[in-house]
């Protein structure tokens, strides 16, 4: 590293912000605890004991000493089992001792490895963000595990256990320092000029506080932080607890109705019906509330210069940072429980490697994601990361779209019922299934024609001069703003269907995932993807 002044680390352990606008711009910050190899603190050995990864270890080498032990007669297992501890806590020490962390020539530098040495170089400013969490043991003693992850990476290119608050913000300040060679836009932080900064308290528990303009303090200003109440209600609309709670409730009915067996009273059995549905509506809904409040306790969204910093849990202390130039896309998500408490999900894509292979919850790992964010702030955490971004969407996809969905979702369930019903009276089936199968017909027809037009109905897109912005949805409303400088490709698909209506499908993908646009007017399309190409071509600006 060249020699310069040097950067003190914070004191406080909740001082690990990005950087703020009275640092200098265009170099790299020295390092100081990093500009020599270091291993991680000692502690890191006890909580590698409780990793997950370890714990798998651990278990692997355990299970056939217990297969062993229970052949020999158990005699064995008194000198296998101790043996196979004391080995797996040796191999974390060594494992510990053997890896060391360095910054050199603007690259964060990790060796390890027991027998065979990896030597793992990663440029600063490919650094695409530093999460931290800490569990029971890091609380202890105040220490925290990090995770460096980059754009090519499907996950965290390595992990430390085990590091102090003073690393991690050097570690911060030097990512950081290197992204800033390239001054961002203006027009990119300063996104509120008309709001202030809020005086008094730093915020009140629950409330939304507008996004100040200009420099940010370093910790940064306090733009949500979630109550208990809120919690609760993060607990209640999370996607998937509805329909848990309702198969949990059935379970419970289910298991009410198995005690007609032993009672002889019709009241008896309808009461009990109800206890048990009711009590396991009531145990799955209690379980949603409490995993919600333990994953995000005291979740709090920071606002500063360079994007926005989330910190969150209860067991678990997770901290994320979402900045400005390396986030995608903003997706905005409600479901109808959501939209009755004038709340939505957001979730910010970055620049990733994995950006379609997202988890069960459609959320890739290295996405923020506030959940419960109140609707009259979402315009304002838009704005941070897209300008300009309108606030009703005008144009429409084809209405032949209407009759394609309605081909797949209603008429062809419709005809299938119907055929069966046919078969039935053909071959002097059961007349009530018959009915039963003209009935499903009827409301497979009536339900995918309705749907297919509201549908139809809800999809908007808008193309402005740097912004392409859609949503649609019927059941989950859905909205997602890119900016145009971002898309790395234009794809335009035509089915056979399609090429016989004279349709197409645009897709414009980006690092952190794709924004599509189905059934639009072949003219449309090719447009739209010319504009994209041409507006890409010619941006200034970094896409990432």
């Known amino acids: 590293m060249s020699p310069g002044p040097g950067r003190a680390p914070p004191d406080s352990s909740d001082d690990v912000g990005p950087l703020t606008d009275s640092d200098p711009v265009g170099e790299s910050p020295p390092a100081q605890l990093l500009s020599t190899p270091q291993r991680q603190l000692p502690i890191a050995i006890v909580a590698g004991l409780f990793d997950a990864s370890t714990l798998r270890q651990l278990g692997e080498v355990l299970f056939p000493v217990v297969i062993v032990g229970v052949t020999a007669g158990g005699r064995l297992s008194f000198v296998l089992l101790p043996f196979a501890i004391l080995l ?64 090519g990476s499907t996950g965290a290119e390595f992990t430390l256990t085990a590091v102090s608050n003073a690393v991690v913000a050097e570690l911060r300040q030097l ?21 202030q900064p809020p ?61 007609d067996r032993f009672v002889e009273s019709r009241l008896t059995s309808v009461l009990a019906q109800i206890t048990f549905g009711g009590g396991a509506l009531a145990f799955a809904t209690v379980a949603l509330i409490g995993g919600a409040v333990i994953r995000d306790y005291d979740l709090t969204v920071w606002r500063s210069e360079q994007g926005l910093r989330l910190t969150a849990g209860l067991v678990t202390k997770r901290e994320q940072f979402a ?135 809800r999809w908007k897109w808008e193309l402005g001069e740097e912004l392409l912005s859609i949503r649609h949805g019927v059941v989950f409303d859905q909205r997602t703003d890119v900016e145009i400088r971002k898309i790395q490709s234009v794809g335009v698909e035509r089915g056979w269907w399609q090429r016989r209506h004279g ?25 739209l993807r010319d504009h994209v190409l041409a507006t890409v071509e010619q941006s200034p600006g970094p896409w990432m």
């Open 88 to 151: 797996t806590i040796a191999l974390v020490a060594l494992r510990w001792w053997r890896t060391t962390f360095w910054v050199q020539d603007d690259e964060l530098i990790l060796q390890s490895g027991i027998l065979s040495r990896t030597r793992l170089q990663l440029p600063l400013d490919r650094i695409q963000q530093i999460s931290t969490e800490q569990g029971i043991v890091q609380q202890l003693f105040d220490v925290r595990k990090v995770a460096v992850e980059t754009a």
């Open 175 to 195: 990512v950081v320092g290197a992204d800033r060679q390239v001054p961002p836009e203006p027009s990119m932080i300063d996104i509120a000029p008309g709001l």
């Open 323 to 457: 900045r400005t130039e390396r986030v995608q896309l903003v997706r905005s998500r409600a479901n109808p429980l959501e939209r009755m408490l004038s709340r939505t999900t957001v979730v910010l894509p970055q620049a990733s490697a994995s950006a379609g292979g997202d988890n069960a919850n459609g959320v890739s790992t290295k996405n923020v994601l506030i959940p419960s964010t109140p609707d009259e702030l979402v315009p304002q955490l838009t704005q941070l990361f897209v300008t300009h971004a309108p606030a009703d969407l005008t144009q429409g996809i084809s209405e032949r779209a209407r009759r394609r969905w309605s081909l797949f979702g209603g008429i062809w369930p419709g005809v299938f019922f119907g055929a069966y019903a046919a078969v039935v009276v053909i071959f002097d089936g059961p007349r009530r299934l018959a009915v039963v199968a003209l009935c499903f017909a009827a409301v497979a027809v009536a339900v995918g024609f309705t749907f297919a037009s509201a549908s139809q109905r």
């Open 199 to 259: 005086t008094g308290p730093p915020v009140a528990t629950g409330a939304p506080v507008g996004l100040p303009a200009g420099g940010a303090q370093r910790k940064g200003e306090i733009v949500l932080n979630h109550s208990l109440p809120d919690l609760v209600r993060v607990g209640l609309v999370r996607p998937g607890g509805q329909l848990l709670s309702a198969i949990v409730a059935l379970l419970g009915l289910g298991l009410g109705s198995t005690i």
């Open 503 to 527: 349709l197409a499908s645009i897709s414009c993908n980006t690092a952190g995932g794709s924004v599509n646009i189905p059934h639009l007017d072949l003219a449309v399309a090719e447009g």
